[in-house]
């Protein structure tokens, strides 16, 4: 006999219903479209051609598999370690979001080495700008910077418009009405392994990534949350291209030098149009598009630390605890940073290592919310827990021995080994919850 469970909280008030098509569907947008996306994208376009766009195409494709899901965000509210923790207790709650803090600290060593890579264009030696970010990452996240996260979005079309002006600059615009076509044929001759672990990651990802859940509750209605995501995959689909049709047309016409690593391709293609790093207009442009870095870094480390004073782990006593916490977070960030690494794949593998830890309890909590069955409270907690622990435990194999993984794809080796024991601890222990339970019924007859 199942274990029936009630919520344990109060429902969480409701947000500002306010947000219209547009505007959501917007915001949607600037939670992905940053240099992870742009440089990301970018840089894998150097290996596989037109294929390198996965992600990108991916994140868009992501949205459009949330639709399955807004209705249920829309009116739950709450972010998922709230509502899981609700049901099965604190500790599912402190576990998941210590597995987001986890993976934000991966998205923001990104956000270093994307920013350190253009700005070493101009002639700004590595380990200094890391170390320099790392402190203005902190400053950034500690200020009251409402007003500047407009001015960030402001620049991330900035840089759209930006790579649309490079294709005029090089007469190839046909670049972008090709790519989508020659997209297929790429993929195929990709190595499929490889590019099945970056689409299911990165569609996993999407659909529990609670930075888009707090932008979908504030829509006005549900149908304007299900045309918002609509909008989001078709315009994330669509800049998708943008990126590798840059670096195909600097290619065909020959301005990229051999020296040059594949991430410092895109910042050198702007450098060029604007005359060359050594004069103001180059300069000028590779700064524009190293600024959002500031925005997204900072935010994603007031995030993290919001998040962990959230949890009550920190004594309120402790002087200063928020300046402490937003450093520490920092610096776990610049040591992943410092060792580098291609930029997707280091975002899909701290990804790979959140989602493959909490989907499995996040099912179990969907199929109790449907009515269509319960696991128990310990089964669920033991299910994150392992769950978890062999997440963590595989990234880090595959950060620091990459000879280690399988199936030619690190996200695929976390995916498989945390949602693997994740899911037979939950069946397992299940089993043993209703063999305990019947066993104990026939004894009191």
């Not at 049901?87 to 991966?106: C, D, E, F, H, T």
């Not at 994330?236 to 301005?255: D, W």
């Not at 919310?369 to 669920?380: A, D, E, L, P, T």
């Amino acid at each position: 006999m199942n274990q029936q469970l009630t919520h344990l909280g109060t429902k969480a008030t409701p947000p500002n219903r306010s947000l219209g098509i547009l505007s959501l569907g917007t915001l949607l947008v600037c939670a992905h479209y940053g240099l992870g996306f742009i440089l990301g994208t970018a840089e894998q376009s150097i290996a596989i051609g037109v294929a390198g766009s996965l992600y990108a195409v991916s994140l868009g494709i992501g949205f459009l598999m949330l639709l399955f899901l807004v209705k249920f965000y829309w009116q739950s509210v709450d972010q998922i370690w709230t509502l899981l923790g609700n049901r099965y207790g604190q500790p599912v709650k402190l576990g998941i979001a210590l597995m987001s803090w986890i993976s934000l600290i991966g998205i923001e060593a990104v956000q270093m080495i994307a920013a350190t890579t253009i700005l070493g264009i101009v002639g700004f030696p590595e380990i200094p700008t890391m170390i320099g970010l790392t402190v203005l990452f902190c400053i950034l996240s500690l200020l009251p910077v409402e007003r500047a996260s407009q001015i960030f979005r402001g620049l991330l079309l900035f840089n759209i418009a930006t790579l649309l002006y490079a294709l005029w600059r090089l007469d190839s615009l046909s670049e972008l009405l090709s790519a989508p076509v020659q997209f297929l044929p790429d993929l195929y001759q990709a190595d499929w392994y490889h590019q099945l672990g970056i689409f299911i990651s990165t569609i996993l990802m999407v659909m529990i990534d609670m930075k888009c859940q707090q932008f979908i509750v504030q829509a006005k209605t549900v149908r304007v949350a299900y045309w918002s995501c609509i909008l989001a995959g078709i315009t994330l689909c669509l800049l998708a291209f943008l990126p590798t049709a840059v670096v195909m047309a600097g290619q065909h016409r020959g301005i990229l030098p051999e020296r040059l690593s594949s991430k410092e391709i895109l910042p050198y293609i702007l450098s060029w149009l604007g005359g060359g790093s050594d004069r103001w207009q180059g300069v000028l442009w590779i700064l524009a598009l190293a600024i959002p870095a500031l925005g997204i870094g900072s935010n994603i480390l007031r995030i993290q630390t919001k998040t962990i004073l959230d949890l009550n782990i920190i004594s309120p006593n402790l002087r200063h605890r928020q300046v402490w916490v937003a450093v520490i977070n920092a610096l776990l960030a610049l040591s992943v940073a410092l060792r580098g690494g291609e930029i997707v794949n280091l975002i899909l593998n701290f990804y790979a290592a959140y989602l493959s830890s909490v989907w499995i309890p996040f099912i179990a909590y969907l199929l109790a919310h449907g009515k269509r069955y319960v696991f128990s409270q310990r089964s669920v907690r033991f299910s994150l827990l392992t769950g978890a622990i062999a997440s963590v435990a595989t990234l880090g194999i595959t950060l620091l021995h990459p000879e280690a993984i399988f199936f030619h794809s690190s996200e695929l080796t976390i995916i498989a080994v945390g949602m693997g024991i994740s899911c037979t601890t939950l069946f397992f222990t299940q089993a043993l919850e209703t063999y305990r339970t019947m066993y104990s019924s026939q004894e009191e007859m």
